[in-house]
């Protein structure tokens, strides 16, 4: 066919046939299909809905949209490479609207059909053979139909243009066509155009696909549609080829007779049983594969089946052992490929055991072994190591002969040439590329970091030894005192994972306040992490105490400890992490299935399109925003499947995911979104400002919103609560007339439970009345309906209700994920397998991942990380494994190649910090290049802070890019600060002060400027805290907000204390301020106060020593991550106690060793100099603070 390229517009980029596969019909806005050529000169179909110029096309834009949302979402489905065609671009110009399809070499089916001569397979659609391949192409249409479905979209147009085929031998039907598909949300809304659907009449619904879809099997099935919808006829006279069990299917399909439930799982299973049947009659038929098998005495085959069937079967019983090798093997064979050195083997694995092939070999003849026949005289008792197989394939039901090899002898001369050779299945079983593809590698690098979390996990739980067990007298309390006990793997693995010794940390965790409480501990006999175990019990730890002159743990509980001596402690809350792996299994289970999320995570800019969402730039709303949050809009709007965005302290990208939302909605109000974070937090921040968007919508029509905790979390999100709303809608559901006009049964069912809910919602989220009220399954239904149908659901990444969604695969239009450079990559990966579109934001510059360090050091040892993962196999319970992790495992075992697991140790680094390892490659590539579409953004105008603040943490942490807005910059310069000090001499109101204490090195002995060792702390910084807060006040009429924040829980605790100390004293007037870390509360951690602001912070830096190294003289504070987040939370002043000959000293010395990073530090005396030059920043000594005279 002729073809030419187009001179400009969309066509231009392709080589197009001149005529159309099928011309575009505008009048029902179904498309035109072209064949065409790329610049790679590969065959496209491109799909093209011509525009008429003076005409409004906006009807034929809305068609054109859907159908790319449509496959946008179904990207997301399981299977969707394989089962749907898959979209490489999409346009529009003067001339029409375009979107390009993959077909590989396929093309449309109705080609076929209208085809002078038919394929073969199309042309003798009655021969069983390809009667055959068929049904196992009607089997792909039906699961594709499915996976539609299963979101809650119709098809509306199935016929022979929607299925894309190159009738090959392998069935490969894949589904397109979905420009008139649409959720059945939707079904019943005004639509914008005047255009309707194709079909003639107004039903739309899961049955009318179905009704569609068998119309057209039995089209290419050649199956006469008037006797197949005649009920008179009897369904084995409706064709002489169809048997009746493939007119009862497509008359189920029709509608013409009823089932209890119409759907994939039922059609899939009715075609799988006429697969196999006619396989089973193909096989009568046609020539077979044979395999000779010695059985009887003094055979060892034989001997392994007597042994397998524990000795029920006799060794010269030969029938018998042939009946067993039939029913071990199944009615498909799995034939496999096994690599031996530089040889290949193949086996037949059955059930219980893998039979061992060899060429047959005629006997009493010299000819060499041929495989027209197999012999087998051997078997293995377990299935081969996984990374041995390098191929495998099924065998056809049926086709195997089973024969003795007496029979062979004579069978074989007679039926030389007239089998089927083994060679053949043998060359579909050994694939062309046996390596491990980047798919593979990704898959095992998430499974690598799963197993180093679950080891740390498995650290934690201590061997013990029971020295005495007896009940409290006239209680049902018992005591029981315990020793650690050694136990070689677990002190291995601690050394392994540089822990200190499993009785030493077991003894600094009972110093701490939590493990005291009731039921903080349990006592088990099995020591694998994840074992369930009957005899588990709860204990609260009491003390350390002596017994029989041995210093002893004692523990009390209500339940009787277990009957032997030697058993396992571990804390409670373990128990919720492996709640955590055990989610995070099914997620790698499901990734594994996932080819496009697994693509894209190796390489995420191979398959970038563009979403073609509208944006308004005319808007107030769009001009209203800072230039870079424009540009971050823009790229966010038009970007699939993936975009990051990095946010700095203060830029407002909460904000701008708010403004994403809402363009969302306004563009189509069916939407449905997912927000994640790592933290509840960051999610209840997240909602908020979602929420105040909406608030000026009438609640009918604002989008329904649902927070979902954890079962057994006790918190509340209020109105939003998944249960609560449960609440709302199932009284108005009993209320309605719909509910009304039901069946009685129906009817009083709906409203008992209604009544439940109502009587069991009084008593919410306490422990009884929540437990209870969960524990109905019916009223988990209900909340589960609302979690799938909800427009909005806001939950963290690793919860429950992430879990159902990707069980039940309701999917989403978009997932966003806040603070996901908090989130390691295995934490991210579920809520990455819930939708096709995914935005990430967060900001990798502040608190990383927890537990970063110690993983990312033990990834750097390669032999270490080999060691652990191969204890592990032996310290896991089964509960928390799969095949991914087994397959891992035993990859370890058998590796000789150090090189391909220095690799994967090097890509579980790049994945533990996922957020930050695709936007540093991102920014990296930007500023080399202007080429390609971005996939990442940083925003750069901040909001929050001073200018003269933010200048410092622009210069320590952004390389001077973060800027402030110039509004806000004024209101800064112009305004007066909420804050002022008593005494300007002894605490000037510079935005950043630092509070200069004296060097403990300089003061020599018995100075009392230095750090205490850990838990670290520093009286005398804590000293300079309270005389600081002495000094503020609120401005009057203001309630400004205050934090005192310090890298150290402990000197957090003391700056507690010393605030409580006086705060009906000296610092009474702390009252005019709102506490910023809690309701109540004015210190914490910086941990505890990523994503929180205040008027005023001050920070005690603590660490004031005379160590000669900088790692062991700074500690946390060469985090840069910790610092940065330290340093940005004030708004209007930042206050800064510590040494700063001390950290000069630091600098100094770390400029003279190898390998001594100090971070920001010496960034931050450069800026701090800067400041004190502009006289934006002040360094007020300890001296002259306490207004000592000289």
């Not at 006790?714 to 009284?731: F, N, P, V, Y």
């Not at 320590?956 to 600060?977: A, G, H, M, Q, W």
């Not at 708004?1131 to 950290?1143: A, D, E, N, P």
Request: aromatic residues 6%.
């Amino acid at each position: 066919m002729a073809s030419r390229r187009a001179g400009k517009g969309f066509l231009a980029a392709y080589s197009v046939d001149d005529t159309y596969l099928m011309r575009p019909d505008r009048a029902a806005g179904r498309a035109g299909i072209r064949s065409a050529r790329d610049r790679d000169s590969r065959d496209v179909l491109i799909k093209v809905w011509p525009r008429t110029k003076g005409l409004d096309d906006s009807d034929l834009e809305d068609v054109w949209r859907s159908e790319i949302r449509q496959l946008q979402r179904l990207a997301a489905v399981p299977r969707a490479d394989d089962l749907f065609v898959h979209m490489t671009a999409s346009g529009k110009d003067t001339e029409g609207f375009y979107l390009t399809l993959d077909p590989g070499q396929g093309s449309p089916l109705e080609t076929f059909l209208q085809s002078r001569r038919k394929p073969e397979v199309l042309a003798q659609a009655r021969q069983p053979r390809y009667r055959r391949l068929l049904w196992a192409n009607a089997r792909r249409l039906a699961e594709a139909l499915e996976l539609l479905h299963s979101q809650g979209a119709i098809h509306r147009n199935l016929d022979p243009w929607a299925v894309i085929t190159s009738l090959t031998e392998e069935p490969d039907f894949r589904l397109t066509g979905f420009e008139w598909s649409m959720r059945i949300a939707t079904v019943a809304g005004k639509h914008r155009g005047k255009l309707e659907a194709p079909p003639s009449d107004n039903s739309f619904s899961f049955a009318r696909d179905w009704r569609d879809l068998a119309l057209l099997f039995a089209l290419f099935l050649d199956i006469p549609s008037g006797p197949l919808g005649d009920l008179k006829v009897v369904p084995s006279r409706v064709a002489d080829h169809a048997s009746a069990a493939e007119i009862r299917l497509l008359r189920i399909m029709l509608g013409l007779e009823r089932v209890e439930r119409l759907n994939g799982e039922l059609v899939s299973g009715r075609i799988d049983e006429i697969i196999s049947s006619i396989a089973a009659d193909v096989a009568g038929k046609e020539a077979r594969l044979c395999l000779a098998l010695r059985l009887g005495q003094d055979s060892r085959l034989a001997e392994a089946i007597r042994r397998t069937s524990n000795q029920q079967i006799e060794a010269s019983d030969e029938a018998e052992q042939l009946r067993f090798v039939e029913d071990d093997l199944g009615r498909q064979p799995h034939l496999v490929a096994i690599k031996e050195g530089d040889s290949t083997r193949y086996a037949l694995l059955g059930q219980l055991l893998t039979y061992r092939l060899s060429p047959y070999r005629q006997p009493g003849t010299n000819e060499e072994p041929r495989w027209e026949f197999a012999f087998c005289e051997r078997t293995d008792a377990d299935a081969p190591v996984s990374a041995a197989v390098v191929g495998d394939t099924h065998i056809d039901c049926g086709a195997l002969e089973l024969v003795r090899i007496a029979e062979a002898a004579q069978r074989f001369p007679r039926r030389r040439g007239k089998v089927q050779r083994w060679d053949e299945y043998q060359a579909r079983a050994v694939r062309a590329a046996a390596r491990k593809t980047d798919l593979d590698r990704l898959h095992q690098t998430f499974a690598l970091l799963l197993v180093l979390e679950m080891a740390y996990a498995a650290a934690d739980v201590f061997p013990v030894e029971i020295i005495s067990k007896a009940p409290n007298s006239g209680s049902d309390v018992h005591s029981i005192h315990l020793v650690s006990r050694q136990d070689a793997e677990r002190a291995k693995l601690s050394d392994l994972l540089n822990l200190e010794a499993p009785a030493v940390r077991l003894k600094k965790m009972l110093d701490g306040d939590e493990v005291r409480e009731e039921g903080a501990w349990t006592l088990s006999e099995p020591g694998m992490l994840g074992e369930r175990s009957p005899t588990t019990t709860s204990w609260r730890f009491v003390g350390i105490e002596e017994h029989d002159d041995v210093e002893c743990l004692k523990f009390e509980g209500t339940s009787a400890p277990p009957q032997r001596v030697v058993a396992f402690l571990a804390p409670a809350g373990l128990n919720g992490r492996v709640a955590q792996f055990k989610r995070r299994l099914k997620a790698l289970a499901a990734l594994k299935e996932h080819a496009e999320l697994l693509r894209m995570l190796v390489d995420p800019r191979l398959r970038i399109h563009d979403s073609q969402d509208p944006l308004d730039e005319t808007s107030e709303a769009f001009k209203n925003l800072d230039p870079s949050k424009q540009k971050a809009l823009r790229e966010i709007l038009s970007t699939i499947p993936l975009f990051f965005l990095q946010g700095p302290p203060g830029v407002g990208k909460t904000y701008l995911v708010g403004d994403v939302v809402r363009r969302r909605f306004d563009d189509e109000a069916t939407t449905r979104i997912l927000l994640s974070a790592q933290s509840n937090s960051a999610i209840d921040h997240l909602m908020s400002e979602v929420q105040s968007i909406f608030r000026g919508v009438h609640a009918d029509a604002r989008p329904l919103m649902v927070r979902a905790r954890s079962v057994d979390d006790d918190e509340s999100a209020g109105e939003l609560e998944i249960d609560i709303q449960a609440d709302r809608l199932l009284q108005t559901l009993a209320d309605s007339d719909l509910v009304g006009d039901a069946t009685t049964h129906i009817r009083d069912r709906i409203r008992e439970l209604a009544d439940a809910r109502a009587v069991s919602g009084r008593s919410r989220r306490t422990s009884s009345g929540t437990l209870g009220r969960r524990a109905s399954a019916e009223l988990r239904a209900f909340e589960g309906m609302i979690l799938r149908a909800a427009n909005l659901v806001f939950a963290t990444t690793n919860s429950y209700a992430v879990e159902r969604l990707l069980d039940e695969r309701g999917l989403f239009d978009w997932t966003i994920v806040e603070e996901a450079g908090k989130a390691t990559g295995g934490e991210l990966l579920s809520p990455l397998l819930l939708s096709h579109r995914r935005l990430m934001i967060g900001d990798h510059k502040q608190l990383p991942p927890f537990d970063i360090d110690k993983i990312s050091k033990i990834l750097a040892a390669t032999d270490k990380v080999k060691q652990v993962v191969l204890l592990v196999d032996d310290l896991v319970s089964r509960y928390l494994r799969d095949q991914g992790i087994d397959e891992m495992l035993r990859e370890i075992e058998a590796s000789e190649n150090d090189d391909d697991f220095g690799r994967a140790c090097a890509d579980t680094l790049d994945i533990l910090v996922l957020f930050e390892t695709f936007v540093e490659r991102e920014l990296k590539r930007q500023k080399a290049t202007d080429k390609g579409r971005p996939i990442a953004r940083r925003l750069n105008e901040q909001y929050r802070m001073h200018p003269a603040i933010a200048r410092i943490v622009s210069d320590c942490f952004y390389d001077r890019d973060l800027i402030t807005n110039p509004k806000k910059e004024r209101v800064f310069l112009t305004s007066s600060p909420p804050i002022l000090s008593t005494d300007t001499k002894r605490l000037p109101e510079s935005p950043v002060i630092f509070i200069d204490m004296p060097y403990s090195r300089a003061e020599g002995p018995g100075g009392r400027a230095g750090d205490r060792p850990p838990p670290w702390s520093n009286p005398q910084e804590a000293n300079a805290v309270v005389e600081t807060l002495r000094l503020l006040r609120a401005r009057q009429s203001e309630l400004p907000s205050l934090a005192v924040l310090s890298p150290y829980w402990q000197q957090v605790m003391t700056l507690k204390q010393r605030i409580e100390r006086n705060i009906d004293g000296t610092l009474s007037h702390l009252k005019e301020f709102a506490a910023a870390i809690d309701l109540a509360e004015f210190c914490g951690t910086v941990d505890s106060f990523q994503g929180g602001e205040a008027d005023v912070v001050v920070v005690s830096l603590v660490r004031n020593n005379a160590h000669s190294t900088p790692a062991r003289a700074l500690g946390f504070l060469r985090d840069n991550r910790r610092m940065n987040v330290l340093l940005s939370r004030a708004k209007w002043r930042l206050i800064l106690v510590g040494s700063l000959q001390f950290y000069k000293d630091v600098v100094e010395r770390s400029a003279k060793l190898p390998d001594q990073d100090v971070g920001f530090l010496g960034k931050f005396f450069e800026s701090l100099n800067r400041g004190v030059s502009a006289k934006e920043a002040s360094i007020v000594p300890w001296s002259q603070l306490k207004g000592d005279a000289s």
